[in-house]
């Protein structure tokens, strides 16, 4: 059975109030489209975004993409959501297994996703005597299955689009009503949704952590490149407007403390204010490659 990829990109991320398919995380820069269609393109024959209709930007134009297609359910309402994105792909190759992501899991990893596929295909192999139809994980916080992280046969793929018809527009149920193959994922937050700003914050954090134990796992220090701005008496000080750093610090607060012994700043670090990216932050905010920093002395004069 062909193999197909899929990521779903068509949401209007309400919650995070920008385009999550378009949001980078780590120091690599790379945009949530492209990681997962990274991850894909060696699992998979061919690869294929899932947008809504008209739904263009640089990013996505570098890709295949397969809009949503108009779905009424028998009640005449209109279908809308990741149900219309993998019954246009269904629709698009009929004979096809899709290997569906949404765009919005910053934690998974190619473990996690070949796992997945070397599991189908040991099923595959057997010849299938259970006759499932799909295969998911499990998710770790209901135990339901996860729809959005999901190899669906055309078997499933029909399935759902009766229960659409039905007017159920959840695929999670349609896997539900399924012969549905459930694993248990090694990793327990590589399912995790960032649906956010503050879950974005949360996936950050955690990746940093990830990127540290693997840091010292290799014996070096991963560093991120920084443009450094200095206001008023710090701009006096060091002589300049700012500079470019590339530090293995990964918050603003050690950062400071190692520009305050070269240039000879005379502030602590709690006397100043620290914005990042034009928008006040914490000391403890993880830094990401290509952030603006800016370190703000007290105000002084009468």
């Given at each position: 059975m062909k193999l197909n990829g899929l990521v779903l990109t068509g949401g209007e991320s309400r919650r995070m109030g920008r385009d999550k398919a378009l949001l980078a995380y780590g120091p690599e820069g790379h945009s949530q489209?492209?990681?997962a269609m990274a991850l894909l393109a060696p699992l998979v024959k061919e690869?294929?975004?899932?947008?809504?209709?008209?739904?263009?930007?640089?990013v996505r134009q570098r890709y295949r993409q397969i809009p949503d297609?108009?779905?009424?359910?028998?009640?005449?309402?209109t279908v809308s959501g990741p149900a219309a994105g993998l019954l246009a792909a269904h629709a698009q190759d009929p004979d096809a297994a899709w290997l569906v992501l949404a765009c919005d899991l910053p934690l998974?990893?190619?473990a996690t996703l070949c796992s997945?596929?070397?599991?189908w295909r040991e099923v595959v192999a057997k010849g299938n005597p259970v006759g499932w139809t799909a295969l998911a994980y499990r998710s770790t916080h209901d135990g339901l299955p996860e729809p959005l992280c999901t190899l669906w046969t055309p078997e499933a793929l029909a399935a759902l689009g009766n229960h659409v018809a039905e007017g159920h527009v959840c695929p999670r149920k349609a896997l539900l009503n399924s012969k549905t193959l459930l694993l248990e994922p090694e990793n327990p937050h590589a399912l995790d949704n960032a649906n956010t700003a503050e879950e974005r914050a949360q996936a950050e954090r955690r990746l940093e952590r990830r990127r540290a134990v693997q840091a010292a796992q290799q014996g070096v220090a991963p560093t991120v490149m920084v443009q450094v701005t200095y206001f008023a008496q710090l701009r006096d000080v060091a002589g300049m407007k700012g500079e470019a750093i590339t530090t293995a610090h990964r918050t603003a607060g050690p950062l400071y403390d190692e520009l305050r012994q070269r240039h000879g700043f005379p502030f602590e670090c709690q006397q100043l204010r620290l914005a990042l990216?034009?928008?006040?932050?914490?000391?403890?905010?993880?830094?990401?490659?290509?952030?603006?920093?800016v370190f703000i002395p007290p105000v002084t004069g009468g």
């Open positions: 489209i492209e990681r690869s294929f975004l899932s947008v809504r209709p008209g739904q263009q930007d640089a297609q108009p779905l009424v359910d028998n009640a005449g309402k998974l990893d190619e997945l596929v070397k599991r990216n034009d928008s006040f932050a914490e000391w403890d905010t993880p830094l990401k490659q290509g952030d603006v920093v």
